[in-house]
């Protein structure tokens, strides 16, 4: 299929402080999304992954090299919304990104914004609020939800808009255990009806449902492959201070006393299957 | 618990009051509060008190809940009714020293009493029966023809809006704060006015910036779901005139006729 985002030779800095000096945040980055895929961009905090998400709706405009979307260039003003239609954004604060007081008012945001007809804003809203689960929720005030509840209404707002990717800005690392599975369970089901997924985050065992894994570290591409690829590389990941997801680590370790494991096992699911067949 | 503040004085429930338009109620207010002062005599009260009991039964919104409403105003309320009694002359009907009552007095006191109880009544009535954001939508409507002078109406509403939307939040920020302070031994509680507002600047210093931070994230996130102004947006809940709320405007220009009348020939 086709590259929904093509990014090419990005830098990015930030403006400099007096005290700071000016940094590339982002440094010749090249990576292509491919239409359909789930992708997951992991890094460690201060490794630019927020800043390159950022950098694929055009919210920030990279310093030199472009980025793609289909065939709008983020630079470009003229289709500066047509961007943003079609990669919405989910960001981390549940709290920070809903604008209204009742729930339906805020997912209707952003079909407001795009100028469509009020009973068409309403079957989207209705949908959408069905695709995260929070249909009996539609009439309430945010404040009175759950963190992972409140993502998830943040999801439905973008869900509305009818993108065709996702970017995911860290969306569970202010959320307990429960609300980061309902998360991920609806950005899979999501991905599995055909929207492009991105993951940023620092969750290994988050980034092992995607089918891609591009690790990030101090501004460049450290791996770029599947999860069972990415994840067999233990001394290049360990060189640059990061964890194992749970399964590769247990497997890792199991395999130094001797249990003959087999490569490509990184989810959870995928262990407990070996070992419930293991003789 | 503080997440169960309810904004304003809405009062949830079910009733035609409740559903008619935002701006039909809105208008509806000014009007009855036009008319309180149109009527000179208590015979004109019967006439706006009659149309506001019949809102306030329509309403279904407990009477004791609308009294509660009073309370804030009692002392005004009170004020006003000794000052009119004591101060107008007229046919004395007590003396004792120099305080005297008279007829005329403690009729003023009456009428003026009523009058502030139908004003404070009606005017919370709006509020009571509207939620702010829907109130926070009739004003930007009703605003609208002053875009043509560059207000900008739109922006106004959205603030609103989004005020309301942020107090709960930043109510439980401060609380955090405050706790937070609190645990490492900040003491608000004690000392005179002056020590404690001083306490205060702790608080309010982190506030500050969780607030700009928040609008930073808020913005980001608006920019992200396409918001560009007012222009070309369209809303979800379009707001369309039905039955019920031609009858009340039709009611309240009745009252209108009826009060001017009264006025003239009773």
Known sequence: ?279 | MIRDITLGQYYAAESVVHRVDPRVKIIATLLFIAELFIVDDFKGFILCGGAMALAVAASKVPLGFIMRGLKPILFILMFTFVLNIFMIDGHILVKLWFIKITKEGLLTAAFMAIRLILLIIGSSLLTFTTKPIILTDGIEKLLAPLKAFKVPTHEIAMMMSIALRFIPTLIEETDKIMKAQQARGADFESGNIMQRAKALIPILVPLFISAFQIAQDLAMAMEARCYRGGTGRTRMHAMKLMRRDYFVAIGLVLLLGLVILERIYL
């Not at chain 1, 809903?98 to 339906?104: N, R």
């Not at chain 1, 995911?168 to 998360?183: H, N, Q, S, V, Y």
């Not at chain 1, 899979?188 to 929207?195: P, R, S, T, V, Y």
């Not at chain 1, 399964?247 to 001797?258: C, D, I, K, P």
């Open chain 1, 1 to 279: 299929m086709a590259d929904i985002i093509r990014i090419e030779n990005l830098t990015f800095e930030y403006p400099s402080t007096e005290e700071a000096g000016s940094k590339k945040a982002l440094e010749n980055i090249n990576l292509n999304i491919e239409q359909g895929t789930f992708t997951a961009i992991i890094g460690k905090n201060g490794s630019g992954k927020s800043t390159l998400a950022k950098n694929l709706n055009g919210l920030l405009l990279p310093s030199g090299g472009r980025i793609l979307v289909k065939e709008w260039d983020t630079a470009d003003d003229e289709h500066i919304w047509d961007i943003r239609q079609t990669a919405g954004m989910v960001f981390q604060n549940p709290d920070n990104q809903l604008i209204s007081s009742i729930v339906e008012d805020d997912v209707a945001f952003g079909p407001e914004n795009l100028g469509i007809e009020p009973s068409e804003i309403r079957r989207r809203v209705d949908s959408a609020l069905e695709a995260v689960n929070m249909s009996k929720f539609s009439k309430k005030a945010p404040h009175l939800l759950s963190g992972g509840q409140k993502q998830r209404i943040a999801i439905a707002g973008v869900v509305a808009m009818r993108p065709e990717c996702i970017i995911f800005d860290e969306p569970t690392a202010m959320l307990d255990p429960k609300g980061r599975e309902e998360i991920m369970t609806i950005i899979k089901q999501l991905n599995k009806e055909g929207i492009t997924a991105v993951l940023i985050t620092h969750f290994m065992d988050e980034a092992v449902l995607a089918d891609r894994v591009v690790i990030i570290n101090e501004g460049s591409i450290l791996l770029d492959g599947t999860p069972e690829y990415v994840f067999a590389q233990e001394d290049i990941l360990k060189s640059a201070n990061m964890d194992l997801p749970l399964a590769v680590e247990m497997s890792n370790r199991l395999r130094r006393r001797g249990i003959d494991i087999p490569k490509g096992i990184v989810t959870v699911e995928e262990m407990v299957e070996f070992i419930c067949q293991y003789k």
